[in-house]
Antibody, heavy 119, light 110 residues
Framework: EVQLVESGGGLVQPGGSLRLSCAAS????????MYWVRQAPGKGLEFVSA????????YYANSVKGRFTISRDSSKNTLYLQMGSLRAEDMAVYYC????????????WGPGITVTVSS | QSVLTQPPSVSAAPGQKVTISCSGS????????VSWYQHLPGTAPKLLIY???GRPSGIPDRFSGSKSGSSATLGITGLQTGDEADYYC???????????FGTGTKVTVL
């Protein structure tokens, strides 16, 4: 069964850092690009970051550029999101997502993990 | 602020049809395929439509997608109470070098 499971969320103070992980199973992790997508309370879905299948290319939303870093470890079948200089507006449920096709749509989503930014 | 615009809400009675529009530009919808996602609160989003009009395995043919120029449309026929959810369009944006989601549409079954 194809599965994505996020971990590493929690409460962090403004200006702090947090690293999210996403454990992938049931498919060949190295064959797929991956996204992080978030949903802030009362808001819609927002693309955060993308990484291609081998980690050579990364992409970021303007709102997180320079503060967040996406990476992947093929030996652990794990996707990461290193988040720094966190702001109140970064508070959200963060989803790990598998990307498919030449149009890079999401075909599998993780259940999501909550990040709370508050003092 | 999303670059893809959707109506905030649509509604219809059970068994009826609704359509949800998604308006973009030449750098996103006009340049790439569109996907649609269903999102129920507290759950992971679900892929409904990919590449404008493709349906993943397990998605009923009550759900359909189309694209024309820089706009796309999701149609839901035979509306059911279980269809009450938020729906998002999505595509890659060439100018932003990132994936973009629509503003989201809440479907209500009256």
């Amino acid at each position: 069964e194809v599965q994505l499971v996020e971990s590493g969320g929690g409460l962090v103070q403004p200006g702090g850092s947090l690293r999210l992980s996403c454990a992938a199973s049931g498919f060949i992790f190295n064959d797929y690009a991956m996204y992080w997508v978030r949903q802030a309370p009362g808001k819609g879905l927002e693309f955060v970051s993308a990484i291609n299948y081998n980690g050579a290319n990364t992409y970021y939303a303007n709102s997180v550029k320079g503060r967040f870093t996406i990476s992947r470890d093929s030996s652990k079948n794990t996707l990461y999101l290193q988040m720094g200089s966190l702001r109140a507006e970064d508070m959200a449920v963060y989803y790990c997502a598998r990307v498919l096709g030449s149009s890079w749509y999401v075909d599998v989503w993780g259940p999501g993990i909550t990040v709370t930014v508050s003092s | 602020q999303s670059v893809l615009t959707q109506p905030p809400s649509v509604s219809a009675a059970p068994g009826q049809k609704v359509t949800i529009s998604c308006s973009g530009s030449s750098s996103n919808i006009g340049d790439n395929y569109v996907s649609w996602y269903q999102h129920l609160p507290g759950t992971a989003p679900k892929l409904l439509i990919y590449d404008n009009d493709g349906r993943p395995s397990g998605i009923p043919d009550r759900f359909s997608g189309s694209k024309s120029g820089s706009s796309a449309t999701l149609g839901i026929t035979g509306l059911q109470t279980g269809d009450e959810a938020d729906y998002y369009c999505g595509t890659w944006d060439r100018s932003l070098s990132g994936y973009v989601f629509g503003t989201g549409t809440k479907v209500t079954v009256l």
